[in-house]
């Protein structure tokens, strides 16, 4: 389907077709709620697997478990298998559960206000969709960042985000800058070694690798676990709970795995030869304070006699290249941002007005809070997938995603009463939880001192302090105690009050 401006009124309105917005219609649909439309601002699905094609792009989860539990991927070519197949694999799930037919591409949602029974969403080529139950499913890396450097706009050459990028640009024999040494960072320098004539990488803060070796799967591994599908989403669970034992119990206290993971970084630094580069190299916090980046390659890559880190602040860029703090003078040809994303952005810039008027941007500013990390008080039947506090550390955030499609699907169900006009978490229990969250986060590695995408304006981790199988506990089921049900006259009231307001 492509964009419209005819006006539409659905059931519930999924924003964005991404792996979560997929989970999420998956989930209304195996409950019978077919009446569901999904809207997308780009082409096609994927979400970050369609915006991100820099070269090197790959999963660092191993894609056994990188994939939906109803839907497990049997023919993985590698443990850590590239965008493209990772976004096919999406595409695929999206067709077989009809949801294609039912995306509209081309379309960006500007607005969404609640109008007493259901929310009225502007689109920016003019249109209205009104729908009983709004969930955003715009991801979390989602807006590039684009940093804030002198003279960035005077380079001469090619300059990109490395989720804009730019492939009419050849890097080959070309002299290459990276500003950036995330997980991005960290896939593009070994790919861009050895092609570019030489590769300068712009490190602001060193950071911690884990050294993940990549595998490449048999075909008969496939034809054994497409002949014995049990086997499949057996070794999908499998690898799901080593994410959960290992990873996630790293991030939330610290134990042996943390000690683990750690001395695994630090026996991955000593891969480098020379010490002054060692040294360099050496980040000044504690390895999982931030996210931990997966690599084999990097410490390779940055040996490479034709690949030049640089740590000293960059001052200004240049037409012709980079001048850092100590004069230096980095001549380059192209310069790639790999500077990573606005995560306390969510679904922002649409603009969210639930009741009287309220602003989520009021309400959120830096400081995002949800409940359970899914609904807002005050925006009834207005859900969040990956919202604030999710599980987002170095596992698989498909589960995360498949377990809050679930419990969204169960409250959008509660809609289903005549006398219901509207759902939505309570402020009460909504600001005691957060209050037992945060206090639960002394333990977790982000409260290391460590500045990260992981945190809030308030410095606070936006991450979750307790294990992915409390999370999945938390949202078994709707605990309709915790959640206003807001009557279908009262909603009607509320909504002539809203219109004549406007
Ligand atoms: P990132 O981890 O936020 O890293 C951004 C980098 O840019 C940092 O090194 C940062 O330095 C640097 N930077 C930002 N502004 C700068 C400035 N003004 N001057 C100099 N340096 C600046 O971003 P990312 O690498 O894109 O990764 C983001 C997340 O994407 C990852 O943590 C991961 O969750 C996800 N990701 C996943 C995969 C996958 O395979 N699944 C692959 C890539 C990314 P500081 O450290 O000093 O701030």
Same mark, same amino acid.
């Given at each position: 389907?492509?964009?419209s401006?005819?006006a539409?009124?659905?059931?519930?309105?999924?924003?964005?077709a991404?792996m979560?917005?997929?989970?999420?219609g998956?989930a209304?649909?195996?409950?019978?709620?077919d009446d569901?439309?999904?809207v997308?601002k780009?082409?096609?699905?994927g979400?970050?697997?369609?915006?991100?094609t820099?070269?090197?792009v790959?999963?660092?989860?191993?894609?056994?478990?990188?994939?939906?539990?109803?839907?497990?991927?049997?023919?993985?070519?590698?443990?850590?298998?590239?965008?493209?197949?990772?976004?096919?694999y999406?595409?695929?799930v999206?067709?077989?559960h009809?949801?294609?037919?039912?995306t509209?591409?081309g379309v960006e949602?500007t607005?969404?206000?609640?109008?007493g029974?259901?929310?009225?969403?502007?689109?920016?080529?003019?249109?209205?969709?009104?729908?009983?139950?709004?969930?955003?499913?715009?991801?979390?890396?989602h807006?590039p960042?684009?940093?804030?450097?002198?003279?960035l706009?005077r380079?001469a050459?090619?300059?990109?985000?490395?989720?804009r990028?730019n492939?009419d640009v050849d890097p080959?024999?070309?002299?290459?800058?990276i500003?950036g040494?995330?997980?991005?960072s960290a896939?593009?320098t070994?790919?861009?070694a050895g092609v570019?004539?030489?590769?300068t990488v712009f490190?602001?803060?060193?950071?911690?690798?884990l050294p993940?070796?990549?595998?490449r799967?048999?075909?008969a591994?496939?034809?054994?676990f497409r002949r014995?599908?049990?086997?499949?989403?057996?070794?999908?669970?499998?690898y799901?709970?080593?994410?959960?034992w290992?990873?996630?119990?790293?991030?939330?206290?610290p134990g042996l795995q943390?000690?683990?993971?750690s001395?695994?970084?630090?026996?991955?630094?000593?891969r480098?030869?020379d010490?002054?580069l060692?040294?360099?190299?050496?980040?000044a916090?504690?390895?999982m304070?931030r996210?931990l980046v997966m690599?084999?390659?990097y410490?390779?890559?940055i040996?490479?006699p034709?690949?030049?880190?640089?740590?000293?602040?960059?001052?200004?860029?240049?037409?012709?290249g980079?001048?850092?703090?100590?004069g230096?003078?980095h001549p380059?040809?192209?310069?790639?941002?790999?500077?990573?994303?606005?995560?306390r /952005?969510?679904?922002?810039?649409? !603009?969210v007005?639930?009741c009287? #008027?309220?602003? &989520?941007?009021?309400?959120?500013?830096? $400081? @995002?809070?949800a409940?359970?990390?899914?609904?807002?008080p005050r925006?009834?039947?207005?859900f969040?997938?990956?919202?604030?506090h999710s599980?987002?550390?170095n596992?698989?955030?498909?589960?995360?995603?498949e377990?809050?499609a679930r419990?969204?699907?169960e409250?959008?169900?509660?809609?289903?009463?005549?006398?219901?006009?509207?759902v939505?978490p309570?402020?009460?229990?909504t600001?005691?939880y957060n209050?037992?969250?945060?206090?639960?986060?002394?333990?977790? /590695?982000?409260?290391?001192?460590? !500045?990260?995408?992981?945190?809030d #304006?308030?410095? &606070?981790?936006?991450a979750w302090?307790w $294990? @992915?199988r409390?999370?999945g506990?938390?949202?078994?089921?709707v605990?309709?105690?915790e959640?206003?049900?807001?009557?279908?006259?009262?909603?009607?009231?509320?909504?002539?009050?809203?219109a004549?307001?406007d």
């Amino acid at each position: 389907m492509s964009g419209s401006q005819h006006a539409t009124d659905v059931h519930v309105l999924i924003v964005g077709a991404g792996m979560s917005g997929i989970a999420m219609g998956v989930a209304l649909r195996r409950a019978g709620i077919d009446d569901l439309l999904i809207v997308e601002k780009g082409d096609a699905v994927g979400g970050t697997w369609r915006e991100n094609t820099y070269p090197g792009v790959a999963c660092d989860v191993v894609a056994r478990c990188y994939c939906f539990s109803f839907a497990p991927n049997p023919a993985w070519s590698t443990w850590l298998p590239g965008g493209a197949e990772i976004r096919a694999y999406f595409e695929g799930v999206a067709r077989d559960h009809g949801l294609l037919e039912r995306t509209r591409f081309g379309v960006e949602v500007t607005q969404a206000r609640w109008a007493g029974d259901r929310w009225r969403v502007a689109t920016r080529d003019g249109g209205t969709i009104t729908a009983r139950a709004l969930v955003t499913a715009c991801g979390i890396l989602h807006h590039p960042v684009v940093p804030d450097i002198p003279g960035l706009d005077r380079f001469a050459g090619p300059a990109f985000h490395t989720a804009r990028w730019n492939h009419d640009v050849d890097p080959t024999g070309r002299r290459v800058g990276i500003i950036g040494t995330g997980s991005t960072s960290a896939q593009i320098t070994p790919a861009l070694a050895g092609v570019a004539a030489d590769v300068t990488v712009f490190q602001r803060t060193a950071q911690w690798i884990l050294p993940l070796p990549n595998r490449r799967l048999r075909p008969a591994s496939a034809a054994l676990f497409r002949r014995f599908p049990r086997l499949n989403r057996l070794a999908h669970r499998g690898y799901s709970r080593f994410y959960d034992w290992t990873f996630a119990e790293a991030t939330r206290r610290p134990g042996l795995q943390r000690r683990m993971f750690s001395a695994l970084c630090r026996w991955n630094l000593r891969r480098v030869r020379d010490p002054e580069l060692r040294r360099r190299l050496t980040p000044a916090d504690d390895p999982m304070c931030r996210r931990l980046v997966m690599s084999w390659s990097y410490y390779d890559a940055i040996q490479r006699p034709d690949v030049t880190l640089v740590d000293r602040r960059i001052r200004e860029v240049v037409p012709d290249g980079i001048v850092t703090e100590d004069g230096a003078h980095h001549p380059l040809d192209v310069l790639v941002l790999a500077t990573g994303f606005d995560t306390r /952005a969510y679904m922002r810039p649409i !603009d969210v007005v639930g009741c009287d #008027g309220t602003r &989520l941007d009021d309400v959120w500013g830096d $400081t @995002p809070r949800a409940y359970r990390t899914v609904a807002v008080p005050r925006f009834p039947s207005f859900f969040v997938l990956l919202g604030p506090h999710s599980p987002v550390g170095n596992q698989s955030l498909v589960a995360i995603a498949e377990v809050q499609a679930r419990w969204i699907t169960e409250a959008i169900g509660l809609l289903d009463a005549a006398d219901v006009g509207g759902v939505v978490p309570r402020e009460d229990v909504t600001a005691a939880y957060n209050a037992r969250m945060l206090a639960a986060m002394g333990d977790t /590695a982000w409260t290391g001192g460590c !500045d990260s995408w992981y945190l809030d #304006g308030d410095g &606070l981790p936006l991450a979750w302090p307790w $294990t @992915p199988r409390e999370h999945g506990r938390m949202l078994a089921t709707v605990d309709r105690s915790e959640l206003e049900l807001l009557p279908a006259g009262a909603a009607s009231a509320a909504a002539t009050a809203t219109a004549t307001a406007d």
